[in-house]
Antibody, heavy 123, light 107 residues
């Protein structure tokens, strides 16, 4: 059974940093592209970032709203995807979900999502 | 950026009736559209991908159609558990984008 478990969320002040983790099991992690999505309170879904597999150079994609502030990475030995979030803003507040792709190099939706971790950016 | 527009914003439907949800992309996304269902306090649930392919385990009353820029999600014979928010998602172009959602509520 595929499982994705997000962790690392919490309350943080504007301008500070936070690192989220997505721990995966039940599939060959190294063969899957991985995405982060988020949802602000009472709002819709927003894609945040994507990372390709090692075969594709672990290259990355970012939403314009986080480009230059967030960094996605992966550790295939541990089956974990990370989202390093720097210079956080109040508008980064929301639930962050990770999801795996059916392709190693692009987003191809699969029904595998975590339950999310809440990030609150507030002074 | 490919803008995804969903309509209507809210759809009031009686149980047993059919709900038709619309999704329009600002440019050709071929069949690279997915539909998600989300209930309060839950993660999104993938229903349909590649425009019309139903995820294993999703009831047959959910069907997707369309290609290019116009897409439809049809929910036949609505059940009580189908009342939720539905999102359309294009994954053809970076940046990936979602529509604003359609809230399907009980009439």
């Amino acid at each position: 059974e595929v499982q994705l478990v997000e962790s690392g969320g919490g309350l943080v002040k504007p301008g500070r940093s936070l690192r989220l983790s997505c721990t995966a099991s039940g599939f060959t992690f190294g063969d899957s592209g991985m995405s982060w999505f988020r949802q602000a309170p009472g709002k819709g879904l927003e894609w945040v970032s994507f990372i390709r597999t090692k075969t594709y150079g672990e290259t990355t994609e970012y939403a314009a709203s986080v480009q230059g502030r967030f960094t996605i990475s992966r550790d295939d030995a541990k089956s974990i995807a990370y989202l390093e979030m720097n210079t956080l803003k109040t508008e980064d507040t929301g639930i962050y979900y990770c999801s795996r792709s059916g392709r190693p190099d692009a987003c191809d939706p699969l029904p595998d999502w975590g339950r999310g971790t809440l990030v609150t950016v507030s002074s | 950026e490919t803008v995804v527009t969903q309509s209507p914003g809210t759809l009031s439907v009686s149980p047993g009736e059919t709900a038709t949800l619309f999704c329009r992309a600002s440019r050709n996304v071929y069949s690279n559209i997915a539909w998600y269902q989300q209930k309060p306090g839950q993660a999104p649930r993938l229903l349909i991908y590649r425009g019309s392919t139903r995820v294993t385990g999703i009831p047959a009353r959910f069907s997707g159609s369309g290609s290019g820029t116009e897409f439809t999600l049809t929910i036949s014979s609505l059940q009580s558990e189908d009342f939720a928010v539905y999102y359309c998602h294009q994954y053809n172009d970076w940046l990936l984008t979602f529509g604003g959602g359609t809230n399907v509520e009980i009439k």
